[in-house]
């Protein structure tokens, strides 16, 4: 089986479904978060995910962090890496190094809402319909290539809250079925 990384920024919620999912016919050998404080690292300790943390400000520049986490990559022989909730844009030297192998989760039905706060955005927006996307990383804010997506109706009632809701329990489904159908190309 070959090894994949995770990228992650925050809570993890995307990271525990990924190791929940049950056979995903890879390996899951590491963990690269660029926030200390974020709780994923918690539930990496738990499934017992080697994790590299990092400070973007330790470093001058995106590409001496960037070299740093490619040969993290390299030395834990990974072939696919998966963003999940990881909040920086991924520049040169790491797309270069893993070019057509870094794969994202965007939490609305992209082109629309890209960036942050994609939920909120789409809800303010008072959309009738939004989802999540699963895509290719290019040098854009989530303009790669689309490899999946899900439709979800915002109901009247629906709250900010409950919109989130349904949008990650999507997510918890959808990312780890792609996963286990890309890595096999
Ligand atoms: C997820 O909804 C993910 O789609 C989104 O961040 C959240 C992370 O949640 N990613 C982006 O907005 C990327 N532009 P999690 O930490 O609980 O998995």
Known sequence: KINVAVFASGTGSNFEAIMEAGDLSCNIVLLICDNPGATVIQKAEKYQVPTFVFRSKDYVSKEEYEKVLVEKLKEANIS?????????????????????????IHPSLLPDFPGKDAIGQAYHARVKTTGVTVHYVDAGI????????????????????????????????????????????
């Not at 909730?85 to 893993?98: D, Q, S």
């Open 80 to 104: 696919w890496v998966f963003l999940a909730g990881y909040m920086r844009i991924i520049g040169p030297t790491l797309l270069e190094a893993y070019e057509g192998k870094i794969i994202n």
């Open 142 to 185: 989530d303009t790669g290539p689309i490899i999946a997506q899900e439709e979800i109706e915002v109901k009247e009632n629906d709250t900010l809250e409950s919109l989130e809701e349904k949008i990650h329990h999507v997510e918890h489904q959808l990312y780890p079925r792609v996963m286990k159908d890309i890595v096999k190309k």
